[in-house]
T-cell receptor
Framework: AQSVSQHNHHVILSEAASLELGCNYS??????LFWYVQYPGQHLQLLLK??????LVKGIKGFEAEFIKSKFSLNLRKPSVQWSDTAEYFC???????????FGTGTRLKVLA | DGGITQSPKYLFRKEGQNVTLSCEQN?????MYWYRQDPGQGLRLIYY???????QKGDIAEGYSVSREKKESFPLTVTSAQKNPTAFYLC??????????????FGPGTRLTVL
């Protein structure tokens, strides 16, 4: 069965610090990977997605991610966080050919001004 | 303006009552989903549907039921059999690309409280 692990449950950073959030999945076949963000009081929205090709993926709002197939991971990064990045971040996986998505438990990021 | 609407935003229910949460999309997406979001547990899949008149149980379907009579609508009923129904419920949809399903689009959610 597919599963997704986000090891960082709560992260607190100061503005301008660098961010890296881990996401590991468990599935033997081809997967599509997603990072979503949920700002306080807002809809979940897509940050970035990885389907295939270049393992470095750029998303919105300065976020990027690196897919490492050997580690079954898609780690989210941002070189310099802002107070407005305070939100909850979710990783999700979709096995290719299926329409079911599995989400991780989320990481709450708090950025101190 | 395309998107997903969920109603109501807040819902209060007495124990023992069934309640139906609405989800409508005008994105012409094939697949629709219901998730439950609880603090520290992420999004857990309740039910999902790929086409009209067909749906599949997710990981936590017990105590819930759905219908998919129209492509744009996927209502969720929380029955009295659901032991801990107080939660935030999210509806989502996605469209099929070439051999894969693309990202999901989410509604604003319904917060259900059982009194």
């Amino acid at each position: 069965a597919q599963s997704v692990s986000q090891h960082n449950h709560h992260v607190i950073l100061s503005e301008a610090a660098s961010l890296e959030l881990g996401c590991n999945y468990s599935y033997g076949g081809t997967v599509n990977l997603f990072w979503y963000v949920q700002y306080p009081g807002q809809h979940l929205q897509l940050l970035l997605k990885y389907f295939s090709g270049d393992p470095l993926v750029k998303g919105i709002k300065g976020f990027e991610a690196e897919f490492i197939k050997s580690k079954f991971s898609l780690n989210l990064r941002k070189p310099s966080v802002q107070w407005s990045d305070t939100a909850e971040y979710f990783c999700a996986v979709n096995a290719e050919g299926t329409y079911k998505y599995i989400f991780g438990t989320g990481t709450r990021l708090k950025v101190l001004a | 303006d395309g998107g997903i609407t969920q109603s109501p935003k807040y819902l209060f229910r007495k124990e023992g009552q069934n309640v139906t949460l609405s989800c409508e999309q005008n994105l012409n997406h094939d697949a629709m989903y219901w998730y439950r979001q609880d603090p520290g547990q992420g999004l857990r899949l309740i039910y999902y549907s790929q086409i009209v008149n067909d749906f599949q149980k997710g990981d936590i379907a017990e105590g819930y039921s759905v219908s998919r009579e129209k492509k744009e609508s996927f209502p969720l009923t929380v029955t009295s059999a659901q032991k801990n129904p107080t939660a935030f419920y999210l509806c989502a949809s996605s469209i099929k690309g070439q051999g894969y399903y693309n990202e999901q689009f989410f509604g604003p959610g319904t917060r259900l409280t059982v009194l």
